[in-house]
C-alpha cells in the first residue's frame, strides 16, 4: 500500500505555508465496524500514526492511519441525546473522548497528530475569558433571515454570506441583540472540538470561515468585514492540517498520547470526504451521501453565488467549487428503516426511470442548488408499492445532485467528468446506478469514503510540515 508525497503548492501569489496537500489515490481497508483493529506485530505499535476525526450530522467517526496511508483502527460513535440545542455542545464533547477512549491504547503512544472535521457553518459564541458558552450552536442548517439585511448591506452582491444559513449571518444576528461583548468569540464546530485538545483560543482555519466572509485568494479577512464592531470575535485562520500546539497535559496523561502528539487545525466535513477520495484532476467530483447532500468540483475557476447556495474553497492551485442540500439520507430514514432500505433497494430496477418527481426534505428549507428557507418538502403522491416510491426518491434526490452540477457549469466552473461517491449512500449500488444514468457521467464508490480518513490525512500533513 502506498500513498504519494504530499505537497503544499499554492496559488502563485500566496504564501506557501497557506497551501492544502495535493492527495492522491491509496489502497487500504474501507470501514466495516464500529471499532476494527489491524494490529499485526509489534513492529507496527511503534511507527507514527495519525488520527483523524470526522463531525458529521448523525455521528461522529475516527480513522487511524500510518504514514503510507494504511488504517489500523476505526470507530464510530452517535450522539448522545439531547434535549435541546444548547445541549448539542455537551453531545459533541462526550462524543469526542469516548471515541479517544474507543482508540486502541496500543496505538495511542504512537499517535503524531490529530485533527478534526466539521460541519461547515455550525458555529458557536464563546467567552474568551473562561470558554463558557454564550450562544448556540447554531447548526449548519439554521437560517438567520432576520440578519439578512445586515450582512447584504456590507458585503458583496451574492457574496457567499448572503445566505441567511451563513456563519456571518449567526454572527451578525447575535451580535444585534449582545453587543458590546468583548470577550465574545465565535468557533466553529470542529474548531470548537479541536481547542478542547489544545486550549488555544481563537483559532480556525480558512475552510471553515469561508462562511464568515474570510477570502482565500487574498488570504485574510476583507476590509469590509474587518471595519464591523464584531470583528473582535473572529478567530484567527491557518492552513487546513497547520500544527495548532501539544495536546494538553491532563487529556495526554489521561488517555496515554505522547508528549509530542499535535493537535491541527481541521477543515469541513465535505472538504474532508473530498480529501480521502484523493483525486486531483479538475473536472473530478465527490458526492458526499450522507444525512444531506453535499457535491464538491475540482475547478480551475473560482465560482462563488450566494444566490444558489454555491461557494468555493481553495485547494492547492486550484478551487473546490460546490454546494450543500438538505435532501440525503435524513428524509429517508425518516420513511424506511435501514433493513427497509437494504430489502427495497433490491427490487428496484435502476435502468428504468422513475415517473415520480419529488423533492425529498426533513423538513422545510434548502440550501443549495437552490437557496429557499420556505422550501417545503415534496413527497406526494405515494403509490402503493414502496419500491416504486423508494425509486422516486432516490432518483428524484440524483436530480437534484445533477442539477448542482449543472449549475456549477453555468456558473463557469470546469465541467464535471467523473463523480467519485463518499458517505453512506456510496454503499448502496441500485442508487449508484441511478445516479450514473441521471448525472451522464461515471460514478464509482470512493476507495476511501469516510471524511474521517480525509482529517487523518490532514493530521499527518500537520505531522510532516
Same mark, same amino acid.
Given at each position: 500500500?502506498?500513498?504519494?508525497? %504530499?505537497?503544499?503548492?499554492?496559488?502563485?501569489?500566496?504564501?506557501?505555508?497557506?497551501?492544502?496537500?495535493?492527495?492522491?489515490?491509496?489502497?487500504?481497508?474501507?470501514?466495516?465496524?464500529?471499532?476494527?483493529?489491524?494490529?499485526?506485530?509489534?513492529?507496527? &505499535?511503534?511507527?507514527?500514526?495519525?488520527?483523524?476525526?470526522?463531525?458529521?450530522?448523525? #455521528?461522529?467517526?475516527?480513522?487511524?492511519?500510518?504514514?503510507?496511508?494504511?488504517?489500523?483502527?476505526?470507530?464510530?460513535? =452517535?450522539?448522545?441525546? *439531547?434535549?435541546?440545542?444548547?445541549?448539542?455542545?455537551?453531545?459533541?464533547?462526550?462524543?469526542?473522548?469516548?471515541?479517544?477512549?474507543?482508540?486502541?491504547?496500543?496505538?495511542?503512544?504512537?499517535?503524531?497528530?490529530?485533527?478534526?472535521?466539521?460541519?461547515? !457553518?455550525?458555529? /458557536?459564541?464563546?467567552?474568551?475569558?473562561?470558554?463558557?458558552?454564550?450562544?448556540?450552536?447554531?447548526?449548519?442548517?439554521?437560517?438567520?433571515?432576520?440578519?439578512?439585511?445586515?450582512?447584504?448591506?456590507? !458585503?458583496?452582491?451574492?457574496?457567499?454570506?448572503?445566505?441567511?444559513?451563513?456563519?456571518?449571518?449567526?454572527?451578525?444576528?447575535?451580535?444585534?441583540?449582545?453587543?458590546?461583548?468583548?470577550?465574545?468569540?465565535?468557533?466553529?464546530?470542529?474548531?470548537?472540538?479541536?481547542?478542547?485538545?489544545?486550549?488555544?483560543?481563537?483559532?480556525?482555519?480558512?475552510?471553515?470561515?469561508?462562511?464568515?466572509?474570510?477570502?482565500?485568494?487574498?488570504?485574510?479577512?476583507?476590509?469590509? %468585514?474587518?471595519?464591523?464592531?464584531?470583528?473582535?470575535?473572529?478567530?484567527?485562520?491557518?492552513?487546513?492540517?497547520?500544527?495548532?500546539?501539544?495536546?494538553?497535559?491532563?487529556?495526554?496523561?489521561?488517555?496515554?498520547?505522547?508528549?509530542?502528539?499535535?493537535?491541527?487545525?481541521? =477543515?469541513?466535513?465535505?472538504?474532508?470526504?473530498?480529501?480521502?477520495?484523493? =483525486?486531483?484532476? $479538475?473536472?473530478?467530483?465527490?458526492?458526499?451521501? #450522507?444525512? &444531506?447532500?453535499?457535491?464538491? %468540483?475540482?475547478?480551475? *475557476?473560482?465560482?462563488?453565488?450566494?444566490?444558489?447556495?454555491?461557494?468555493?474553497?481553495? /485547494?492547492?492551485?486550484?478551487?473546490?467549487?460546490?454546494?450543500?442540500?438538505?435532501?440525503?439520507?435524513?428524509?429517508?430514514?425518516?420513511?424506511? =428503516?435501514?433493513?427497509? /432500505?437494504?430489502?427495497?433497494?433490491?427490487?428496484?430496477?435502476?435502468?428504468?426511470?422513475?415517473?415520480?418527481?419529488?423533492?425529498?426534505?426533513?423538513?422545510? #428549507?434548502?440550501?443549495?442548488?437552490?437557496?429557499?428557507?420556505?422550501?417545503?418538502?415534496?413527497?406526494?403522491?405515494?403509490?402503493?408499492?414502496?419500491?416504486?416510491?423508494?425509486?422516486?426518491?432516490?432518483?428524484?434526490?440524483?436530480?437534484?445532485?445533477?442539477?448542482?452540477?449543472?449549475?456549477?457549469?453555468?456558473?463557469?466552473?470546469?465541467?464535471?467528468?467523473?463523480?467519485?461517491?463518499?458517505?453512506?449512500?456510496?454503499?448502496?449500488?441500485?442508487?449508484? +446506478?441511478?445516479?450514473?444514468?441521471?448525472?451522464? *457521467? $461515471? +460514478?464509482?464508490?470512493?476507495?476511501?469514503?469516510?471524511?474521517?480518513?480525509? !482529517?487523518?490525512?490532514?493530521?499527518?500533513?500537520? !505531522?510532516?510540515?
Amino acid at each position: 500500500m502506498s500513498v504519494s508525497s %504530499l505537497s503544499t503548492k499554492p496559488l502563485s501569489h500566496l504564501p506557501a505555508k497557506r497551501g492544502l496537500p495535493r492527495l492522491r489515490r491509496a489502497l487500504s481497508p474501507t470501514f466495516r465496524s464500529r471499532i476494527r483493529m489491524n494490529l499485526g506485530n509489534h513492529e507496527e &505499535t511503534s511507527k507514527s500514526l495519525y488520527l483523524g476525526i470526522d463531525f458529521g450530522t448523525s #455521528g461522529a467517526r475516527y480513522a487511524l492511519i500510518d504514514k503510507q496511508g494504511a488504517i489500523h483502527s476505526e470507530g464510530k460513535r =452517535t450522539y448522545p441525546s *439531547v434535549g435541546n440545542a444548547t445541549d448539542w455542545a455537551s453531545s459533541w464533547k462526550e462524543a469526542l473522548f469516548h471515541l479517544l477512549g474507543d482508540v486502541p491504547s496500543i496505538y495511542r503512544p504512537s499517535i503524531s497528530s490529530i485533527s478534526i472535521d466539521g460541519t461547515s !457553518a455550525t458555529t /458557536l459564541i464563546i467567552d474568551r475569558n473562561n470558554g463558557g458558552l454564550l450562544a448556540g450552536p447554531f447548526l449548519y442548517n439554521e437560517s438567520f433571515p432576520d440578519a439578512l439585511p445586515a450582512v447584504e448591506s456590507i !458585503a458583496p452582491a451574492n457574496h457567499t454570506v448572503c445566505s441567511g444559513s451563513s456563519t456571518l449571518c449567526k454572527l451578525v444576528s447575535w451580535w444585534n441583540s449582545n453587543c458590546g461583548h468583548d470577550s465574545a468569540l465565535l468557533m466553529h464546530q470542529s474548531d470548537w472540538l479541536l481547542w478542547l485538545l489544545h486550549g488555544e483560543y481563537g483559532v480556525s482555519d480558512y475552510n471553515n470561515t469561508l462562511k464568515v466572509g474570510y477570502d482565500p485568494e487574498i488570504d485574510s479577512y476583507p476590509s469590509w %468585514l474587518m471595519a464591523q464592531p464584531y470583528a473582535h470575535m473572529l478567530p484567527s485562520v491557518r492552513a487546513p492540517g497547520a500544527p495548532i500546539g501539544p495536546i494538553k497535559e491532563d487529556l495526554r496523561s489521561q488517555f496515554g498520547f505522547s508528549k509530542n502528539c499535535v493537535v491541527c487545525t481541521g =477543515t469541513t466535513d465535505s472538504i474532508a470526504a473530498f480529501l480521502a477520495a484523493r =483525486t486531483t484532476e $479538475p473536472g473530478k467530483a465527490v458526492t458526499s451521501l #450522507g444525512s &444531506t447532500m453535499a457535491i464538491k %468540483l475540482l475547478s480551475k *475557476v473560482r465560482v462563488e453565488d450566494a444566490r444558489f447556495g454555491v461557494y468555493s474553497h481553495r /485547494l492547492d492551485d486550484m478551487w473546490l467549487v460546490g454546494g450543500a442540500s438538505n435532501t440525503g439520507g435524513a428524509v429517508l430514514r425518516q420513511i424506511f =428503516t435501514d433493513d427497509q /432500505l437494504l430489502v427495497l433497494s433490491r427490487d428496484i430496477d435502476p435502468s428504468v426511470p422513475s415517473s415520480l418527481d419529488y423533492y425529498p426534505l426533513p423538513k422545510k #428549507g434548502e440550501r443549495f442548488p437552490v437557496s429557499d428557507p420556505s422550501m417545503v418538502p415534496r413527497l406526494q403522491p405515494r403509490p402503493d408499492s414502496d419500491v416504486e416510491y423508494l425509486h422516486g426518491i432516490l432518483e428524484s434526490i440524483a436530480r437534484i445532485e445533477a442539477n448542482g452540477y449543472k449549475l456549477l457549469k453555468e456558473l463557469g466552473a470546469t465541467a464535471m467528468e467523473e463523480v467519485f461517491t463518499a458517505g453512506g449512500g456510496a454503499q448502496n449500488e441500485k442508487w449508484t +446506478v441511478i445516479r450514473e444514468r441521471v448525472l451522464g *457521467v $461515471p +460514478v464509482r464508490k470512493a476507495e476511501q469514503t469516510e471524511a474521517a480518513y480525509g !482529517a487523518a490525512l490532514l493530521a499527518l500533513k500537520g !505531522a510532516i510540515s
